[in-house]
């Protein structure tokens, strides 16, 4: 693959699926430990919150930095801290049940870490790779992270049944120290920033982030991507763990089993999407894809056992990771360069930021009514998205690649949608 004749790439592609790999043990482990030694989804919920509101106050700054430093530099440092704060958590939950205050404190630091890194990850394979070989590069790091997150949930729910949650929790730590080092090489292998494509080369000594973001298409991603995480976080974080344990009675091996479902569904969805040739509207495929996740996600619920329950799972996933691939490859292809980690931050407040509100919601439907009816609320919201992208006609039509990067002048036929 001629990616892959990048050496900062390949290194860059090792580190995030050594990460990955660790990250899908902790996303078992994390939950598991907290609901069973401290109690129900409102506590889980509530230190969800406290990692999800630094990681969305820094999100702007994580991007300001990636433009400024570059994004491996920035996604070495947020490594390095999230390693010792996920050693600090492997330490006290060893040494016995720490208090509920420490697992907040600890998730704070992991947080912020996130914050920072998030920016600066969806900005490196643009720093990388030349614009050609975008959409093949973004499906081997999403696919890298699928697989990687297939089998760590599945490890981490043996571990966490097996020998608790501490052994998970230091082999997360591990990976950041893995993937710092690949980082570091990276850094000293890699090439100078993408220049601006023919397409935005024009603008792209004048245009201003604040010219981005008044670009209607922009404001109704932003509102959209906030209403599909609203409910969707929650969804992933709380409900699916409450869920497994509740209603459907599985021990921590059966939601890791649940949980590599989605890691399945996206790395399926990943190969299906490097498969297709590049696509003149992004926008509008990513669109259709998400809508029939809706009926999907609304019936998992009533699914019964455990096999019919992931294997609806893996098909909306599937269908929600060739959609964001789709998304994510035309917003780097259409964004200026130099504004790219600045503009990722910015939505990526609306996606990722909206984390502590969700999963604090989540928390609250759950306590007072049961896991079961939070997921046709998320289902809702999803559909709301969808409709409102439906109804623009500039995203129905959109095509990165054929057009300049920011118009000065308002898309009237986008007036509908902001």
């Given at each position: 693959?001629?990616?892959?004749?990048?050496?900062?790439?390949?290194?860059?592609?090792?580190?995030?699926?050594?990460?990955?790999?660790?990250?899908?043990?902790?996303?078992?482990?994390?939950?598991w430990?907290v609901?069973?030694?401290?109690g129900?989804?409102?506590?889980?919920?509530?230190?969800?919150?406290?990692?999800?509101?630094?990681?969305?106050?820094?999100?702007?700054?994580?991007?300001?930095?990636?433009?400024?430093?570059?994004?491996?530099?920035?996604?070495?440092?947020?490594?390095?801290?999230?390693?010792?704060?996920?050693?600090?958590?492997?330490?006290?939950?060893?040494?016995?049940?720490?208090?509920?205050?420490?697992?907040?404190?600890?998730?704070?630091?992991?947080?912020?870490?996130?914050?920072?890194f998030?920016?600066?990850?969806?900005?490196?394979?643009?720093?990388?790779?030349?614009?050609?070989?975008?959409?093949?590069?973004?499906?081997l790091?999403?696919?890298?992270?699928?697989?990687?997150?297939?089998?760590?949930?599945?490890l981490?729910?043996?571990?966490?049944?097996?020998?608790?949650?501490a052994?998970?929790?230091?082999?997360?730590?591990?990976?950041?120290v893995?993937?710092?080092?690949?980082?570091?090489?990276?850094?000293?292998?890699?090439?100078?920033?993408?220049?601006?494509?023919?397409?935005?080369?024009?603008?792209?000594?004048?245009?201003?982030?604040?010219?981005?973001?008044?670009?209607?298409?922009?404001?109704?991603?932003?509102?959209?991507d906030?209403?599909?995480?609203?409910?969707?976080?929650?969804?992933?974080?709380?409900?699916?763990p409450?869920?497994?344990?509740?209603?459907?009675?599985?021990?921590?091996?059966?939601?890791?089993?649940?949980s590599?479902?989605?890691?399945?569904?996206l790395?399926?969805?990943?190969i299906?999407?490097?498969?297709?040739?590049?696509?003149?509207?992004?926008?509008?495929?990513?669109?259709?894809?998400?809508l029939?996740?809706?009926?999907?996600?609304?019936?998992?619920?009533?699914?019964?056992?455990?096999?019919?329950?992931?294997a609806?799972?893996?098909?909306?996933?599937?269908?929600?990771?060739?959609?964001?691939?789709?998304?994510?490859?035309?917003?780097?292809?259409?964004?200026p360069?130099?504004?790219?980690?600045?503009?990722?931050?910015?939505l990526?407040?609306?996606?990722?930021?909206?984390?502590?509100?969700?999963?604090?919601?989540?928390?609250?439907?759950?306590?007072?009514?049961?896991?079961?009816?939070?997921?046709?609320?998320?289902?809702?919201?999803?559909?709301?998205?969808?409709?409102?992208?439906?109804?623009s006609?500039?995203?129905?039509?959109?095509?990165?690649?054929?057009?300049?990067?920011?118009?000065?002048?308002?898309?009237?036929?986008?007036?509908?949608?902001?």
């Amino acid at each position: 693959m001629s990616t892959l004749r990048h050496p900062s790439f390949r290194l860059l592609l090792t580190g995030e699926l050594i990460s990955n790999f660790g990250d899908g043990i902790f996303l078992i482990a994390l939950p598991w430990y907290v609901l069973a030694h401290h109690g129900g989804a409102l506590l889980l919920g509530t230190v969800l919150t406290a990692y999800g509101a630094p990681r969305t106050a820094l999100l702007i700054l994580g991007g300001h930095a990636s433009d400024r430093h570059r994004p491996w530099t920035v996604m070495l440092w947020a490594n390095s801290v999230r390693s010792l704060a996920v050693a600090a958590l492997a330490v006290t939950t060893a040494s016995g049940t720490p208090h509920g205050l420490v697992l907040i404190l600890i998730a704070i630091v992991l947080g912020a870490g996130e914050g920072m890194f998030i920016p600066a990850s969806e900005v490196i394979v643009p720093a990388l790779l030349p614009s050609g070989e975008l959409q093949a590069g973004n499906a081997l790091i999403s696919g890298t992270t699928q697989l990687s997150q297939l089998a760590g949930p599945a490890l981490g729910g043996v571990l966490v049944a097996r020998v608790g949650p501490a052994r998970g929790f230091a082999i997360d730590a591990a990976t950041f120290v893995i993937s710092a080092a690949t980082l570091i090489g990276v850094r000293r292998d890699a090439p100078r920033p993408r220049p601006a494509s023919s397409s935005t080369a024009s603008t792209a000594g004048t245009v201003t982030l604040r010219d981005v973001l008044a670009q209607p298409i922009v404001r109704l991603m932003l509102i959209t991507d906030a209403l599909v995480n609203l409910g969707s976080t929650g969804m992933g974080r709380v409900a699916l763990p409450a869920l497994a344990r509740g209603a459907m009675h599985l021990d921590a091996s059966g939601y890791g089993t649940l949980s590599a479902a989605m890691g399945a569904g996206l790395l399926l969805g990943t190969i299906l999407a490097a498969s297709i040739p590049a696509v003149r509207r992004p926008f509008y495929v990513y669109t259709l894809a998400l809508l029939p996740t809706v009926p999907l996600i609304a019936a998992l619920p009533y699914s019964g056992t455990l096999i019919p329950t992931a294997a609806i799972i893996t098909t909306a996933f599937i269908l929600i990771a060739v959609g964001n691939l789709l998304l994510i490859t035309g917003l780097q292809q259409w964004a200026p360069p130099q504004l790219l980690g600045r503009l990722t931050g910015v939505l990526m407040l609306a996606s990722v930021g909206m984390m502590p509100i969700s999963t604090l919601i989540a928390g609250l439907v759950i306590h007072l009514t049961g896991p079961r009816l939070y997921f046709p609320l998320d289902a809702a919201t999803i559909a709301i998205a969808a409709l409102a992208q439906l109804t623009s006609r500039a995203w129905r039509q959109f095509e990165p690649t054929s057009q300049d990067t920011v118009s000065n002048e308002p898309d009237s036929q986008t007036a509908a949608a902001r």
